[in-house]
């Protein structure tokens, strides 16, 4: 019942820009907050950017200046705006929902979106 699936990855060219979507459906997103992810072979995933319930936000180092992660309650959506992208930013990108209920983690992950950069 729970899902969360994203949208906007392809292919783009060094220099360029992308914008990620995830639109999440079964939880109750303004309680959630949310995060983005990225893995490529043989690399663990890496936390890109997180968004709290209150829109605070945080980044990892190597995307930091460049992304932007921002979400919609009304519409269910997180987004990711991926600017001045590099072939090292070229990865899944996965969509991460959390909450505690009772202390316990409440997360959810969509399926992944590919972002491939290169000339």
């Known amino acids: 019942q729970v899902q969360l699936v994203e949208s906007g990855g392809g292919l783009v060219q060094p220099g360029g820009s992308l914008r990620l979507s995830c639109a999440a459906s079964?939880?109750?997103?303004?309680?959630?907050?949310m995060g983005w992810y990225r893995q490529t072979p043989g690399k663990e995933r890496e936390l890109v950017a997180t968004?709290?319930?209150?829109?605070?936000?945080t980044y990892a180092d190597s995307v930091k200046g460049r992304f932007t992660i921002s979400r919609d309650n009304a519409k269910n959506t997180v987004y990711l705006e991926m600017t001045s992208l590099t072939p090292e930013d070229t990865a899944v990108y996965y969509c991460?929902?959390?909450?505690?209920?009772?202390?316990?983690?409440?997360?959810?992950w969509g399926q992944g979106t590919q972002v491939t950069v290169s000339s």
């Open positions: 991460q929902s959390h909450r505690l209920q009772m202390g316990i983690p409440r997360d959810h």
């Open positions: 968004i709290t319930t209150r829109s605070e936000t």
């Open positions: 079964g939880i109750t997103f303004r309680i959630n907050a």
